[in-house]
T-cell receptor, first 115, second 115 residues
Framework: NAGVTQTPKFQVLKTGQSMTLQCAQD?????MSWYRQDPGMGLRLIHYSVGAGITDQGEVPNGYNVSRSTTEDFPLRLLLAAPSQTSVYFC??????????????FGEGSRLTVL | AQSVAQPEDQVNVAEGNPLTVKCTYS??????LFWYVQYPNRGLQFLLKYITGDNLVKGSYGFEAEFNKSQTSFHLKKPSALVSDSALYFCAVRGPGAGSYQLTFGKGTKLSVIP
């Protein structure tokens, strides 16, 4: 089972460049979300989606865009990368029937460095 | 607003000894509480959850957690630690009626089990 797949696993950008982190899940989950993980700060929610065509902001949305055109895919876009966006990014999904119990399925992460 | 505190950045325990990883929370209403584990260079994995019912919750890999409403705590425990339990542990909370994407994570506690 593939589960939640994130690409790329590693990326180095220069300040001002743009890129997209890809996230795909093959479990037909309605809920998808993006988190960033920074040392000593745990996981912070960037954006989330409750279904295709529906997205909303989390705790730290500035500098990031998302879209959800299909159930399977939830890409995260950095339009003008900044060193403060150096982090490890995790995509997570959850089925609606478990939506009220909070069990999330995580990808293995994408490590981004912005120089 | 909801919040989680994990007061210990690191916990060291000898193999075979019992372990406890502490978590306290703040949320309006009855909480939904979770523990996740992260092994090096991997995504987070769900361990266990408390929604309602028995205050002692059993989860994966022999872990359990005790919900204490009066102390607003949800400590993770295991009777006998294994070296393979060494990982980063995250406590998470959300309020009733919120979606799974509205989890708030603690900063994480690094557990080191010493052979």
């Amino acid at each position: 089972n593939a589960g939640v797949t994130q690409t790329p696993k590693f990326q180095v950008l220069k300040t001002g460049q743009s890129m997209t982190l890809q996230c795909a899940q093959d479990m037909n989950h309605e809920y998808m979300s993006w988190y960033r993980q920074d040392p000593g700060m745990g996981l912070r929610l960037i954006h989330y989606s409750v279904g295709a065509g529906i997205t909303d902001q989390g705790e730290v949305p500035n500098g990031y865009n998302v879209s959800r055109s299909t159930t399977e895919d939830f890409p995260l876009r950095l339009l003008l990368a900044a060193p403060s966006q150096t982090s490890v990014y995790f995509c997570a999904s959850s089925p609606r029937e478990r939506g009220n119990t909070g069990e999330l399925f995580f990808g293995e992460g994408s490590r981004l460095t912005v120089l | 607003a909801q919040s989680v505190a994990q007061p210990e950045d690191q916990v060291n325990v000898a193999e075979g000894n019992p372990l406890t990883v502490k978590c306290t929370y703040s949320v309006s209403g009855n909480p939904y509480l979770f523990w996740y584990v992260q092994y090096p260079n991997r995504g987070l994995q769900f361990l266990l959850k408390y929604i309602t019912g028995d205050n002692l919750v059993k989860g994966s890999y022999g872990f359990e957690a005790e919900f204490n409403k009066s102390q607003t705590s949800f400590h993770l425990k295991k009777p006998s630690a294994l070296v393979s339990d060494s990982a980063l542990y995250f406590c998470a909370v959300r309020g009733p009626g919120a979606g799974s994407y509205q989890l708030t994570f603690g900063k994480g506690t690094k557990l080191s089990v010493i052979p």
